[in-house]
């Protein structure tokens, strides 16, 4: 097993919480309700191309990105679309189909990538309605074609809290795994991040990095910082969501969209934590049926506990989601004496409770903030849990204050919201971290397009 670099990290947090699901996989009969949300696709204005009623393939275009009409977004599966939902000034939410009992597929044609350029790959990701997937820095957005990135990063490394295994997920279809590796090296310098002991070190037509070191030694970000950092007027693409090049390797060898993904089903909450095969946007409600107890006041989130979106039973899996998540949501939680307890059974980075004495243990988290919004306190803690170049403080202070010049300087190009996720977990000041960052990066997007 050989790599190119092996970056040890320091800086970062692994936070060990109970309800890890087991490498083992159970079968879900599908309910037929699936819906593909924009807002899963940072950075895209939908512009929907069917109606309600409308009979679709899987793989058939739903909507398309407003700004670049040739990236569409295609539909999971066969069936019925039933509804256009849509939010305040008309904004689309979701596009929602009943899926036909037999499915039927829009046929594309297998291609050899091996005889493809990079512009014959891009051309049939566009056709495939599954350009989109693929992100960039700067801005952390989904991509456009109109502009060639310098490299390609891709993060097979999966170390957020309760994440799963992406070795598992690939069991069996390795190839899939290499083909989409190989399409995308045909676009531009491709490398692969993985954990030092991983079974895909020996991928072929990319450059293979072995990054250890705590959480988020994961995020596709901290790895293009640590390999070739993204200066102003630079693009790389990224991909964070290793499923994706599954997408990607099955659309090339089979002809066809399949955009089944393995999801944990995870939290201290649930009942027997597993692992299901779904499809991109099938319902939740089929996966979260019986799975916790009713009576719990709980929180479900589209995601892993640091960067997903709280849903409920009734929402969809997101496009980019392989984790289901049930913590407690904590609003029911009665403390006597409040702080002054020892909370031997309650996590804390700053040995404020004295859990910290009962070394490695599991923790069974709630939802709650447990404080207010403050001042910033420059201490230094964002730096201890954010493997970057930058400066983690003075670069929020910068967005919040709208300094341009200041933000440019001091990285912003770098970074995307899910870098400061454990930053806003530690922060004694209870920011909302990632939305602050988010916010930053829309702005300087419109600035400078």
Aim: net charge negative; aromatic share 8%; charged share 25%.
């Amino acid at each position: 097993m050989s790599f190119n670099q092996v970056v040890h990290l320091r800086k970062g947090l692994d936070i060990r919480l109970k309800g890890r699901a087991e490498e083992t996989k159970i079968q879900l009969k599908s309910n037929g309700k699936f819906a593909l949300c924009p807002d899963d696709f940072e950075g895209v204005t939908p512009k929907v191309v069917v109606k309600e009623g409308t009979q679709v393939k899987a793989g058939d275009i739903l909507f398309v990105n407003k700004q670049y009409p040739q990236v569409g977004f295609a539909s999971p599966v066969s069936g019925k679309v039933t509804a256009i939902e849509r939010g305040e000034r008309r904004k689309v939410l979701a596009v929602k189909i009943d899926a036909d009992a037999q499915q039927s597929y829009r046929e594309l044609g297998s291609k050899d990538v091996a005889k493809m350029d990079g512009k014959a790959v891009v051309e049939a990701l566009l056709e495939g309605g599954i350009f989109g997937y693929i992100n960039q820095l700067p801005y952390a957005v989904s991509t456009n074609p109109e502009t060639m990135p310098k490299a390609i990063f891709v993060s097979a490394l999966r170390d957020k809290p309760l994440a799963l295994s992406f070795e598992y997920e690939v069991k069996g279809q390795e190839n899939d795994f290499q083909t989409g590796l190989t399409a995308l090296s045909k676009i531009a310098k491709t490398y692969l991040g993985v954990g030092k002991d991983s079974a895909l070190a020996d991928m072929k037509d990319v450059e293979v990095n072995a990054f250890v070191g705590p959480c988020p030694a994961g995020n596709v970000g901290v790895q293009v910082n640590h390999l070739d950092p993204v200066n102003k007027g630079e693009v790389v693409w990224t991909i964070g969501d290793p499923s994706v090049v599954l997408f990607i390797g099955r659309l090339f060898n089979s002809g066809k969209v399949n955009l089944t993904r393995t999801v944990a089903l995870c939290g201290s909450e649930v009942k027997k934590p597993v692992c299901v095969d779904m499809l991109v946007g099938e319902e939740l409600a089929t996966l979260l049926s019986n799975s916790y107890d009713a009576s719990h006041h709980v929180r479900i989130i589209n995601g892993n506990v640091l960067t997903g979106r709280q849903t409920t039973k009734d929402g969809y899996l997101g496009a980019h989601t392989s984790e289901i998540t049930v913590i407690p949501e904590g609003d029911q939680a009665d403390e006597m004496l409040g702080w002054i307890m020892p909370r031997f059974g309650q996590f804390s980075v700053n040995r404020s409770y004295f859990s910290w004495l009962m070394g490695k243990k599991d923790y069974a988290l709630d939802a709650r903030v447990k404080g207010g919004e403050r001042h910033i306190i420059m201490s230094g803690e964002y730096d201890k849990v954010l493997p970057m170049d930058i400066y983690g403080e003075y670069l929020i202070k910068a967005i919040i204050t709208g300094d341009i010049d200041r933000q440019e300087a001091l990285g912003i190009y770098e970074v995307s919201p899910e870098d400061f996720a454990l930053a806003e977990f530690v922060d004694s000041s209870k920011l909302e971290l990632q939305r602050i960052v988010r916010e930053g990066l829309n702005i300087l997007r419109k600035e400078n397009n």
